[in-house]
Each structure stands twice: as C-alpha cells, then as structure tokens.
C-alpha cells in the first residue's frame, strides 16, 4: 500500500520541492494550499505525469481560521482514506519589532506559523493510529534577533511543542523538525535580501531546497529518530 503524506503550503516553492521529493520516494502526497490554486494544480498534473500509478490530490484550507483546521482531515480528498504523515510547512513571514507588535499582528502569525501546526498535529494525533509528523522550524529558533519577533517566537514554540509531542505521543507517532537556513528570499525581495544571510553562513552557501527535502524524507523514514531537529542551515545555528 502506498503511504500518503500530506505537505501544507506545497503549491510551491520550499513545499513543492519537498512534494517533489517525496512523490520520487514512492509517496502518494496531497497537495494543500491557501490562494494558490492555480500552482498546485499545476504542480498535481506534473507529478502524475511522472508517477502515473498516484492521483496527487490538491486541498484548499485557510490556515489562520482555525474551524477550518480543525475540521481538515474530515474533508480529505475523495480516495484518501488516511494519512501517514504531515509535513507542517505553510507559513507567514512578516517583520515587527516586540515594540512594533500589535495584539492583532502577533494573534496573526502565531496563527499561522504555530497554532495551525499544533492543532494539525492534534488533529493527526487524534484521527489515524500512527503515523510521522515534520513540523518546519528556522535556524533562526537559535538566536533572539528581533526583527521578526513574532514569527520567530511562534517558530520557538513549534521547537518546543516538537519534543513535547514527540514525547507525549510515543510509540504510535513520531515527531520531527527541519530548521532551514538561508533557501530563498521570501517572496517579493531579491537574492540580494537572502546574499547577506549567506554570507554570515559558516559554510558560506546557500541551503539547496533539494537538501531540505532530503531532510525531512530522512526524518520521514527513519523509524528510530523522533523529537529531533536537522538544522539544514550551512551552520547558521551555530553563531
Ligand atoms: N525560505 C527560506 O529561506 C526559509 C528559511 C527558514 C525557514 N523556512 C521555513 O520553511 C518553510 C517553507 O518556506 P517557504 O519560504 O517556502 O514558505 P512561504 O513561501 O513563505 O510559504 C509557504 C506557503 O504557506 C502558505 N500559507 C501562508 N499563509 C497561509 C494560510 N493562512 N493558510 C494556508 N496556507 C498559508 C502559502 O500558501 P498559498 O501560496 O497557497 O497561499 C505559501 O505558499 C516555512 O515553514 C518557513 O518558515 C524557510
């Protein structure tokens, strides 16, 4: 039987890299995404013409309203009984120093960027028997730089609701992160953004989204690791 992992915000970038990945590793995966419909259809239709033996289904969710988050694996795509795995990749990235941080703004990106993945992880937790979960973290978790305090604060709490999850919800689940360094700007800014990021980076190179992928299908397949994080980051944690 094929195993069915579902990846959030895999219409592109670092998610349709790890989708990508995965559907080469023998994975049936379900595409989820917020507004971009247009690219995970796009993405579906391209991994069934490589692997025609799998549908690779799309799922749209909001991930900020949480009715909808919690009600996700209730509505999985027609032919999905259940799910093996989840990759907790969506997220927001916006800056804000703790001085500039609204009540809204920080609900916003705690939202995002860890009360969805917590609740999807319940969720998981409480639909299938077992299965293997891999939240998406920053190297960043390993420092206290400011200018996206939110995010980053939000990213530290997944850090730490990783272990906790992977404690509490041995032996059936295993719970795992990836914490990437520098892959690419966020959207709407330049390689220029992500050069300076670069070059603090002890090995000086930018992090593949190839490495990443191979990261968490490491993570996915390794049945003895769980509450473990890869820094995939060209040694950004270290500094
Ligand atoms: N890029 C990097 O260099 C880097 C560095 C460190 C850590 N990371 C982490 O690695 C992961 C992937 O990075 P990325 O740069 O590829 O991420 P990204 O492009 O910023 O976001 C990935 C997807 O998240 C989805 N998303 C955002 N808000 C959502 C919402 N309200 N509901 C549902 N989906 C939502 C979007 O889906 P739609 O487009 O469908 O709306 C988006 O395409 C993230 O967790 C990120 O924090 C990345």
């Keep these: 039987m094929k195993q069915t992992v579902l990846i959030t915000g895999s219409a592109k970038r670092v998610g349709a890299a790890i989708a990508r ?37 799309v799922i749209q969710c909001d991930l900020s309203n949480m009715d909808a988050v919690l009600s996700l694996f209730g509505r999985l795509p027609e032919g999905i009984e259940r799910l093996h795995a989840l990759v907790n990749n969506a997220s927001t990235f916006h800056s804000g120093t703790i001085e500039e941080t609204s ?45 996206h305090a939110a995010y980053l604060l939000a990213k530290k709490n997944l850090q730490a609701l990783t272990k906790m999850a992977a404690l509490s919800f041995a032996p059936a689940f295993r719970v795992n992160a990836v914490a990437p360094g520098p892959v690419l700007p966020p959207p709407r800014k ?17 992090v593949d989204t190839s490495d990443i992928a191979a990261s968490v299908s490491f993570l996915l397949n390794n049945s003895s690791v769980t509450g473990q994080i890869i820094y995939c980051d060209s040694g950004l944690h270290l500094l």
């Design 21 to 57: 990945f995965l559907a080469s590793d023998g994975w049936e995966v379900v595409l989820h995404y917020n507004h971009s419909r247009d690219e995970a259809l796009r993405l579906s239709n391209e991994l069934k013409e490589t692997y025609s033996d799998r549908k690779f289904p």
């Design 103 to 147: 009540p809204s703004f920080l609900r916003k990106e705690m939202g995002v960027n860890f009360e969805a993945p917590f609740f999807l992880l319940q969720s998981f937790r409480n639909s299938f028997d077992s299965g293997s979960v891999v939240n998406m973290l920053d190297a960043k978790i390993t420092s206290n730089e400011a200018s």
């Design 190 to 206: 330049s390689d220029e953004y992500l050069k300076h990021v670069v070059d603090r980076t002890p090995l000086k190179q930018r």
